[in-house]
């Protein structure tokens, strides 16, 4: 599957992005769909996740620094997965990439495809 992220840029503290990611492949909605970032200087840390029909489909996942401020949703009819980020902090600066793995899982490194990644900047 190939993966297309889109939708970052440069915000203030406190405002509203949605990153879009757009997949090919006929098999989108089987995939388990996961948002996952990077900042400078620091390690890939999963952001969220969403299950696809290989498992409960639907089920939302994730990390603790984004929960309640994120939300993760697809829709397998446009082979799309978004993630609404609101209430942005400066620590949220980083580039976000939209990944897919057979299940979901915490660890970046275990997802299979990933897209180029989008860079989010948040100012103070």
């Known amino acids: 599957v190939q993966l297309q992220a889109s939708g970052g840029g440069l915000v203030q503290t406190g405002d509203s992005l949605r990153l879009s990611c757009e997949a090919s492949?006929?098999?989108?909605?089987?995939?388990?769909m996961a948002w996952i970032r990077q900042a400078p200087g620091k390690e890939r840390e999963f952001v969220a996740a969403?299950?696809?029909?290989?498992?409960?489909?639907?089920?939302?996942y994730y990390s603790d620094f984004v929960k309640g401020r994120f939300t993760i949703s697809r829709d397998d009819a446009n082979n799309m997965v978004y993630l609404q980020m609101n209430s942005l902090k400066p620590e949220d600066t980083a580039v976000y990439y939209c990944?897919?793995?057979?299940?979901?899982?915490?660890?970046?490194?275990?997802?299979?495809?990933w897209g180029q990644g989008t860079q989010v900047t948040v100012s103070s």
């Open positions: 990944a897919a793995a057979y299940t979901v899982w915490r660890t970046p490194n275990n997802y299979n495809w």
């Open positions: 969403i299950m696809g029909t290989s498992g409960t489909s639907g089920n939302t």
């Open positions: 492949g006929r098999k989108f909605s089987t995939y388990a």
